[in-house]
């Protein structure tokens, strides 16, 4: 059974930095793209950035580039998703996704597996 555990969310004010982390199990990842999204309140689900785990290859969504780095442990099964300069209007529910066949990283329905999602809330 595929999991994806995040964790390391939580309460930061702006400026600060967090840490996400996605533990997966269930099957070898080697081949597959893992990818982060966020969803904020009212918002539509958006792609924060994605690592493949036989490169790493990463790649960032618009926003993010330069505040948000994605990096993996192979060993652990984990990827992270570290944050910095924080705004407010990064207060999400952030998820990890794996994808096996992923063309387009932004695409969430190129993902075949997700997690419950963790809350990040940026207080200003």
């Known amino acids: 059974q595929v999991q994806l555990v995040e964790s390391g969310g939580g309460l930061v004010q702006a400026g600060g930095s967090l840490r996400l982390s996605c533990a997966a199990s269930?099957?070898?990842?080697?081949?597959?793209?893992m990818g982060w999204f966020r969803q904020g309140p009212g918002k539509e689900r958006e792609f924060v950035g994605g690592i493949r785990w036989s490169g790493p290859t990463t790649y960032y969504g618009d926003s993010m580039v330069g505040r948000f780095t994605i990096s993996s442990d192979n060993a652990k099964n984990t990827v992270y998703l570290q944050m910095s300069s924080l705004k407010p209007e990064d207060t999400a529910v952030y998820y990890c996704?794996?994808?096996?066949?992923?063309?387009?990283?932004?695409?969430?329905?190129?993902?075949?597996?997700w997690g419950q999602g963790t809350q990040v809330t940026v207080s200003s």
């Open positions: 996704a794996a994808g096996l066949y992923v063309s387009n990283w932004a695409r969430n329905d190129e993902y075949d597996y």
């Open positions: 269930g099957r070898r990842f080697s081949s597959y793209v």
